[in-house]
């Protein structure tokens, strides 16, 4: 059985939502696989801390875990822990006799061994019932489905930010093309029903948790795009119409004359994806280039000088 997922993810029982995704995601971050090539540990615990969010982050999982109908792992506990009566309390006050049923405390204990051994159908047989019942099939409880299995899926910024089909190869060698949600960002989980591992009552899921890989030149800034664009002198002096790379490829750019080094641009939804199905912007920070030792343009501006006091707001 797996260790406490409140323990595994260091909160309270109490926590709320935000505090487990927030403890999961400081977690996960810290030990992706990725990052700690050299640590077996690391892998093992990266999983651990997966199985452990899956099950706090799903309410009615978190809900039946809390009240103890439900393991770390997912899997329904013992039946004789319910009721906190045992056999311990059986045999006292409200005791009707073997032949009568068998309860005490409110907990019917033929109707728990029945599920278990099979039922007989019958009340009123005590022990007797219990044996004559062996052979038939469960009488109650949901037979448990197998283990979930935990994937991980690196994605590109650009790929994210358009939300295009991403490609993934299950551990039967299947393979499934995935739509990636709105809103998706790094340690998104997606849950594949059906996808893991076979159990009695049927498969478990698969878990995909996406990891969105930084990208050369792309940085995100909440919903919006950043890229550092590099233009020419004589660009930003006339202006200038400039090819310019987005998410979903390049466009024309108008630069406006007389631009500085910082000046910002804005390309509207041209962004990464929101919940909503909105996206944020693409923003364009110019930052001017100058030749190396350039004579021609030494030449040019020699006995020039830019008189203004440009850096007077600075204090200096």
Not at 293 to 314: H, M, P, Q, S, V
């Amino acid at each position: 059985m797996a260790s406490d997922p409140y323990t595994v993810l260091g909160v309270a029982r109490g926590a709320s939502e935000k505090d487990i995704k927030s403890a999961y995601r400081k977690l996960a971050k810290e030990l992706h696989p990725d990052t700690n090539k050299d640590n077996p540990r690391a892998a093992e615990r990266f999983s651990d801390v997966t199985r452990a969010y899956d099950l706090l982050s799903d309410k009615a999982k978190r809900a039946q875990f809390d009240r103890g109908e439900i393991d770390a792992d997912g899997n329904p506990s013992m039946p004789f822990g319910a009721g906190g009566g045992g056999f311990g309390g059986g045999f006292g006050g409200g005791q009707r006799g073997f032949g009568g049923g068998f309860e005490s405390g409110g907990v019917d204990f033929e109707d728990i061994l029945g599920g278990i051994f099979g039922g007989g159908g019958q009340r009123g047989g005590g022990f007797g019932g219990m044996g004559g019942g062996m052979g038939g099939g469960p009488r109650g409880g949901r037979a448990p489905k197998g283990a979930n299995v935990s994937y991980r899926l690196s994605v590109s910024l650009t790929d994210a930010a358009e939300r295009r089909d991403q490609r993934i190869t299950l551990s039967d060698g299947k393979t499934i093309d995935l739509k990636l949600p709105a809103g998706v960002e790094d340690g998104t989980q997606m849950r594949l029903s059906g996808k893991g591992e076979q159990g009695p009552g049927g498969a478990g899921d698969a878990i995909v948790t996406i990891q969105i890989q930084p990208h050369p030149f792309f940085r995100r800034d909440g919903d919006d795009l950043r890229i550092d664009l590099p233009i020419t002198l004589d660009e930003a002096l006339a202006g200038a119409k400039i090819k310019a790379p987005t998410a979903s490829g390049a466009v024309m750019l108008t630069v406006p004359a007389g631009a500085s080094s910082g000046k910002v641009l804005r390309l509207k939804g041209k962004g990464m994806s929101r919940k909503d199905g909105s996206r944020g912007d693409q923003l364009f920070a110019l930052q001017i280039v100058l030749p190396d030792a350039d004579a021609d343009l030494a030449r040019r501006l020699e006995g020039w000088r830019d008189t203004r006091d440009i850096r007077g707001r600075l204090g200096v």
